[in-house]
Every structure is written in C-alpha cells, then in structure tokens.
C-alpha cells in the first residue's frame, strides 16, 4: 500500500513539474527575444493577380504594334486587307507574350532581392539571382529585336504598295491606250476622257476665223 502511495506521489511530482515547465496560457512569441541584429519582418505585400498582369501586358502589346503599323500604313489598309490583320494580329500575340514575361520576370526578380534583403543569403540564393537577371536581359533583347523586326516588316509593306499601285497605273494607262512614259500616270477611262476634252478645248481658241471672198 505504501509503495502505491509512493509511486502516485513520484507521478504527481513529475506531472506539477511538466505543468511548471510548459505553463499555462503563456505565447511563446511572448518570451522569445527578438535579435536587434536581424532586420525587422517585411509585412506580406497583397498577392499579385497574374491574370491581370497579362491583360495588362495585351493592351500594351496592342497599343505599340497598332502605332507602330499606322506610321507606315493607312488604316483603311490594316483594317481591310486579310493578310495586314492576320499579321497585326499575331504581332500582337508575341509581343504581349515578351511583355508579360518581362513583368512576371520583374516581380520574381523583386521577390527574390527581397528575400535576400531580408537575411537568406544562401549561396543558392546568389546562384537563383544571376541566372534571373541574365534571363531578364534576354527577354529584354528579345524584344527589342522583335520590335525592329516588326518595324522593318511594316517597311517592306509599305514599299510594296507603292510599287504594286504604280505598276497597276501603268496597266491601266496601257489598256486604255495611253502612254505610261509620259509621266502622267492617271487611272481609270473616266480621267483619261477628261484629259482629251481639255486638249481639245485649250486648241479651240488657237482657231482663226477664215472669211470667205467670191
């Protein structure tokens, strides 16, 4: 009986001891002491929505090849030839695409300056760092050579127009019995009636009256 008694009191010792050495409502944020070394916590930043940072990216994307395209083109041209939108229209894809990279790349780029800042100074982390940054300065080369790539394309358009309207004057002028040397490049039967009535009209007052004598 003593020995029971012996044992129960060994084990309500040892349970007043736990109780003593966890405590009962105390944080533990309470008693830990906070290191005037380390640099002070960065508050949590609202989570980006990526979603919009892709829209984003279209519109600009939009914006750059729409003005760029009418600085060498008309709009009727963009708007109503097939091939001109379809291009358009697939510049804007690759450029929205570099576009959004460039700011998803930038915003990873901050996360992770932030951290290093913030006291995780790995040798991976210095590692992970490098590599961003030079892959940021390719999607920065890119593009810059897509948009003169894209600029040099709308050139070339441009240049063919011209050419494509002038040899469809020249074809003109030759079916309606013209010379497309004269340098007088008109279009259509309509002009070139009008242009006859105006030869024939400045020539009428070079014509003297003839009196008639028996």
Known sequence: MSKNRSISEEAESI???LDELI??????TSVIERDPMLPAKRTQE???S????KESATKRAKKTITALMK???DSDIIEKDEYIAAKKKMD???MASLVYQLQAGERALTILLESIEDGEVAPRMFEVLATLQKSMLDIIKSQTMYLMATEESAKRI???IVIY??????REITEAGGDPNSGNIQRGTKELMRMIREGIGSHENEIEDVEITD
């Open 15 to 17: 349970r007043r001891d």
């Open 92 to 94: 804007e894809m690759t």
């Open 71 to 73: 600085f060498y083109l």
């Open 46 to 48: 609202p989570r980006i």
């Open 50 to 53: 990526f979603g919009e940072l």
């Open 165 to 170: 309207k002038k040899r469809d004057d020249i």
């Open 23 to 28: 405590g009962a409502d105390t944080e533990i």
């Open 158 to 160: 441009a240049r063919d």
